[in-house]
């Protein structure tokens, strides 16, 4: 293991000669440590710089990506209130339902900038070349820059990575926060007495990561405290003194903002969305907490399948291959099988190490990380979308740089090199499957991957015995017949747009099993069944591109909503949207599409048309609707109100006046309740009610009021049709 990498603790630098120190600066970016070889520090520069330019590539093509997000993003660069509190509107009506912290960057650069598309992504795309930085860093310290650099790429190039780092989700930031901690953790490691100041550090990355998305944050929490425990140098009483303070920071630098939310008068701030009682607690534990893993989530669309193995729900089947079935497969997994097989191979090679030893304790933070994170994903049987799986790509990405460099520095062993051959050869074989779930998407690159991988592998059984130029060709070949596969996914998913609550990445079909356009699942999210009893919404039709989606053309009549529950005009809380015609808000079916009841899946990876009635979308605003919500619109605190909030979303995005959004994001959280919202109309605060939207009330057995708001206004309001969008003017005579 002496050979593997540099000194844990390189030596310190030769003094420096006189002269002036920048160019001594600029010389060190460029030339790295002295001890680095010439070829490290630009190939380290180099990868950053192809991440940069793939992920900035085509940037805009996503527009305002998820626009519930961006809506808030668009709320803190005009209030710095609704900037703490991450409200959906700048007049501060409700929150989005999750802690603000991935908000902030982007509503700083808002602010600095403008509103725009770029704006709000270009701080997720710095977050996904910094997490390749960090990731680089950790694993080149005890594992060499080769090491590095192949996890640095190989987490550039999985393919929900560049999804996500390109997306205005929690996630990118959630995956930087969670890198970093590893990172802090294991240069703790490295001390003789272990580092109070990195341990530290590593639970501010966690405190600011809960502030990101809540319990999500502490999944990586239990390996990396049990590794630090038991591998660290320092003496028992003194290694539990530093893990300590460490929670101590994590309380401090999670917690501040959690108090001051609790601890603010409810009147005087918004209300918290997500929560069915305008608490942050209660939204921590139950709907972002303990429903994601049992399907108990009040005011949900929707729960899971149960936490039994195998057992199908709404957002897909639970069990031991969840990460390797159809539709999340081709998101994350194509080296996943490699990743646990050199995670074993790097515990065996390091398994009699003594206890302090570093190799070892790396492969158990990131393998402990890898395999918490897909152990709960695996089996959560709540809310789960396929882009979640973004927060395993650096876990991963490690395993497979670390394994692979132990195993060509032992390759002159047998078992070491027919590990190297082995995940090579499972490797193709699984990017091989992976690419026939998609046939008609490059089919020469299928069996290019396989024979490529077939024939490096048995290069690397040799590369041990053999000269070591082959060795390095064949290894040279196995890792480019590894990375192939996702890095044409990746460059598909760059090229395209991607908007809406629910991406997927590379190509149509890659994601929710392959059904539908866009690799729409059938019925619901995640590609389950509907549920029991529910009708189809297509008319029984098929949707494009041979999948059963959910747009055949059909009539949205007969469409029965979960539970039995009736929201007004339709499903979820909408109006009626007939076959072929124009969805609220003037927002037209992709070409060749129709909508039967839920609206059809946009392009790849999205929900256009304001999937689900406007509940995972937002609308096209035309000229006319926006122009008549531009009247006067100062003079209201809010220019609109619409049922669910990525209805309200896109006007608000299109005028950037504040558009309240009743019931959050489902439409189903008591905010405000119609008792509220008469006072606000009485009061004059708000100039219009657009019809439609989304969830309406109820939905998942919440609170909310949407539908209730919705028949008032109906029933003692005109409506007016302007540009496709149904408006009730609020300040008007009641009839």
Same mark, same amino acid.
């Given at each position: 293991?002496?050979?593997?990498?540099?000194?844990? /603790?390189?030596?310190?630098?030769?003094?420096?000669?006189?002269?002036?120190?920048?160019?001594?600066?600029?010389?060190?970016?460029?030339?790295?440590?002295?001890?680095?070889?010439? &070829?490290?520090?630009?190939?380290?520069?180099?990868?950053?710089?192809?991440?940069?330019?793939?992920?900035?590539? /085509?940037?805009?093509?996503? +527009?305002?990506?998820?626009?519930?997000?961006?809506?808030?993003?668009?709320?803190?660069?005009?209030?710095?209130?609704?900037?703490?509190?991450?409200?959906?509107?700048?007049?501060?009506?409700?929150?989005?339902?999750?802690?603000?912290?991935?908000?902030?960057?982007?509503?700083?650069?808002?602010?600095?900038?403008?509103?725009?598309?770029?704006?709000?992504?270009?701080?997720?795309?710095?977050?996904?070349?910094?997490?390749?930085?960090?990731?680089?860093?950790?694993?080149?310290?005890?594992?060499?820059?080769?090491?590095?650099?192949?996890?640095?790429?190989?987490?550039?190039?999985?393919?929900?990575?560049?999804?996500?780092?390109?997306?205005?989700?929690?996630?990118?930031?959630?995956?930087?926060?969670?890198?970093?901690?590893?990172?802090?953790?294991?240069?703790?490691?490295?001390?003789?007495?272990?580092?109070?100041?990195?341990?530290?550090?590593?639970? =501010?990355?966690?405190?600011?990561?809960?502030?990101?998305?809540?319990?999500?944050?502490? %999944?990586?929490?239990?390996?990396?405290?049990?590794?630090?425990?038991?591998?660290?140098?320092?003496?028992?009483?003194?290694?539990?003194?530093?893990?300590?303070?460490?929670?101590?920071?994590?309380?401090?630098?999670?917690? &501040?903002?959690?108090?001051?939310?609790?601890?603010?008068?409810?009147?005087?701030?918004?209300?918290?969305?997500?929560?069915? /009682?305008?608490?942050?607690?209660?939204?921590?534990?139950?709907?972002?907490?303990?429903?994601?893993?049992?399907?108990?989530?009040?005011?949900?669309?929707?729960?899971? +399948?149960?936490?039994?193995?195998?057992?199908?729900?709404?957002?897909?089947?639970?069990?031991?291959?969840?990460?390797?079935?159809?539709?999340?497969?081709?998101?994350?997994? &194509?080296?996943?099988?490699?990743?646990?097989?050199?995670?074993?191979?790097?515990?065996?090679?390091?398994?009699?190490?003594?206890?302090?030893?570093?190799?070892?304790?790396?492969?158990?933070?990131?393998?402990?990380?890898?395999?918490?994170?897909?152990?709960?994903?695996?089996?959560?049987?709540?809310?789960?979308?396929?882009?979640?799986?973004?927060?395993?790509?650096?876990?991963?990405?490690?395993?497979?740089?670390?394994?692979?460099?132990?195993?060509?520095?032992?390759?002159?062993?047998?078992?070491?090199?027919?590990?190297?051959?082995?995940?090579?050869?499972?490797?193709?074989?699984?990017?091989?499957?992976?690419?026939?779930?998609?046939?008609?998407?490059?089919?020469?690159?299928?069996?290019?991957?396989?024979?490529?991988?077939?024939?490096?592998?048995?290069?690397?059984?040799?590369?041990?015995?053999?000269?070591?130029?082959?060795?390095?060709?064949?290894?040279? %070949?196995?890792?480019?017949?590894? %990375? @192939?596969?996702?890095?044409?996914?990746?460059?598909?998913?760059?090229?395209?747009?991607?908007?809406?609550?629910? =991406?997927?990445?590379?190509?149509?079909? @890659? *994601?929710?099993?392959?059904?539908?356009?866009?690799?729409?699942?059938?019925?619901?999210?995640? #590609?389950?069944?509907?549920?029991?009893? @529910?009708?189809?919404?297509?008319?029984?039709?098929?949707?494009?591109?041979? #999948?059963?989606?959910?747009?055949?053309?059909?009539?949205?009549?007969?469409?029965?909503?979960?539970?039995?529950?009736?929201?007004? /005009?339709?499903?979820?809380?909408?109006?009626?949207?007939?076959?072929? +015609?124009?969805?609220?808000?003037?927002?037209?079916?992709?070409?060749?599409?129709?909508?039967?009841?839920?609206?059809?899946?946009?392009?790849?990876? *999205?929900?256009?048309?304001?999937?689900?009635?406007?509940?995972?979308?937002?609308?096209?605003?035309?000229?006319?609707?926006?122009?008549?919500?531009?009247?006067?619109?100062?003079?209201?605190?809010?220019?609109?109100?619409?049922?669910?909030?990525?209805?309200?979303?896109?006007?608000?995005?299109?005028?950037?006046?504040?558009?309240?959004?009743?019931?959050?994001?489902?439409?189903?959280?008591?905010?405000?309740?119609?008792?509220?919202?008469?006072?606000?109309?009485?009061?004059?605060?708000?100039?219009?009610?657009?019809?439609?939207?989304?969830?309406?009330?109820?939905?998942?057995?919440?609170?909310?009021?949407?539908?209730?708001?919705?028949? &008032?206004?109906?029933?003692?309001?005109?409506?007016?049709?302007?540009? +496709?969008?149904?408006?009730?003017?609020?300040?008007?005579?009641?009839?």
């Amino acid at each position: 293991m002496t050979a593997l990498t540099p000194p844990v /603790n390189p030596p310190a630098p030769p003094a420096a000669h006189a002269g002036p120190r920048a160019p001594g600066r600029l010389a060190r970016l460029w030339r790295g440590r002295p001890d680095d070889a010439p &070829w490290v520090r630009p190939a380290f520069l180099g990868l950053l710089a192809v991440t940069t330019a793939l992920y900035l590539w /085509n940037l805009t093509a996503s +527009g305002y990506a998820n626009s519930f997000y961006s809506a808030a993003v668009q709320a803190g660069g005009e209030s710095w209130k609704a900037f703490f509190f991450g409200s959906l509107d700048a007049a501060n009506a409700i929150t989005v339902d999750k802690p603000p912290a991935a908000l902030w960057p982007m509503a700083l650069s808002v602010r600095l900038f403008g509103l725009g598309s770029w704006q709000i992504l270009l701080p997720e795309v710095l977050m996904g070349v910094g997490t390749v930085a960090v990731l680089y860093a950790a694993v080149r310290r005890r594992f060499g820059a080769g090491a590095g650099l192949i996890a640095g790429t190989v987490l550039a190039l999985t393919p929900v990575a560049a999804l996500m780092f390109r997306f205005n989700n929690p996630d990118a930031l959630l995956a930087l926060l969670m890198t970093v901690a590893a990172y802090a953790v294991l240069r703790a490691l490295e001390r003789a007495e272990g580092s109070t100041k990195w341990l530290v550090a590593a639970g =501010v990355a966690f405190g600011f990561a809960f502030l990101t998305k809540t319990l999500q944050a502490f %999944l990586i929490l239990p390996p990396l405290a049990l590794v630090y425990a038991v591998c660290a140098p320092s003496r028992p009483l003194k290694r539990c003194g530093q893990l300590g303070l460490a929670g101590l920071a994590l309380i401090v630098s999670g917690g &501040w903002w959690v108090a001051l939310v609790e601890l603010w008068p409810a009147a005087s701030r918004p209300y918290v969305g997500g929560s069915q /009682n305008n608490s942050f607690l209660e939204l921590t534990f139950g709907y972002n907490g303990l429903g994601r893993i049992n399907g108990d989530e009040v005011g949900s669309v929707g729960g899971g +399948g149960g936490p039994g193995g195998g057992q199908g729900g709404r957002w897909g089947e639970t069990g031991l291959l969840r990460m390797f079935n159809d539709s999340i497969g081709g998101q994350i997994s &194509w080296l996943l099988p490699a990743a646990l097989l050199l995670l074993v191979a790097g515990l065996v090679v390091t398994w009699r190490a003594p206890r302090t030893d570093t190799a070892r304790a790396a492969f158990l933070v990131w393998g402990g990380s890898l395999l918490m994170t897909l152990g709960v994903f695996s089996f959560m049987a709540g809310i789960f979308h396929e882009y979640y799986t973004v927060a395993l790509a650096p876990y991963l990405a490690a395993l497979v740089g670390m394994g692979a460099a132990v195993l060509w520095e032992e390759r002159t062993r047998l078992l070491a090199s027919a590990g190297l051959a082995a995940a090579v050869g499972v490797t193709a074989w699984w990017s091989w499957t992976l690419l026939g779930r998609t046939p008609d998407y490059l089919p020469w690159l299928r069996w290019t991957v396989l024979v490529a991988g077939a024939v490096a592998a048995l290069g690397l059984l040799a590369s041990g015995r053999a000269d070591r130029r082959l060795g390095l060709a064949a290894a040279g %070949l196995g890792l480019a017949a590894g %990375l @192939a596969a996702p890095f044409a996914y990746t460059l598909e998913t760059l090229s395209t747009g991607h908007q809406g609550s629910i =991406v997927t990445a590379g190509p149509a079909g @890659a *994601g929710f099993g392959g059904r539908g356009p866009g690799g729409g699942g059938r019925g619901f999210p995640g #590609g389950g069944e509907l549920p029991a009893g @529910a009708q189809r919404m297509d008319g029984g039709g098929q949707g494009t591109d041979g #999948g059963q989606g959910m747009d055949g053309g059909g009539q949205a009549g007969g469409a029965q909503p979960p539970n039995g529950m009736q929201p007004p /005009n339709g499903f979820p809380g909408g109006g009626q949207t007939q076959g072929g +015609g124009q969805t609220q808000g003037g927002q037209q079916p992709p070409t060749g599409r129709t909508t039967g009841g839920m609206p059809a899946f946009g392009e790849r990876g *999205g929900m256009g048309g304001g999937g689900m009635g406007g509940l995972l979308n937002g609308a096209t605003v035309g000229a006319e609707a926006k122009a008549k919500l531009l009247q006067d619109a100062d003079a209201y605190t809010w220019a609109a109100a619409a049922v669910g909030a990525q209805n309200a979303a896109s006007y608000q995005l299109a005028t950037e006046k504040p558009v309240m959004a009743i019931g959050g994001f489902n439409g189903s959280d008591p905010s405000p309740t119609l008792a509220q919202f008469k006072q606000y109309v009485a009061e004059g605060r708000i100039h219009y009610f657009i019809g439609g939207g989304g969830g309406g009330g109820g939905m998942g057995g919440g609170m909310g009021g949407g539908s209730e708001i919705s028949t &008032w206004v109906e029933e003692n309001f005109t409506a007016t049709t302007v540009g +496709g969008t149904t408006f009730y003017d609020l300040t008007a005579t009641p009839e």
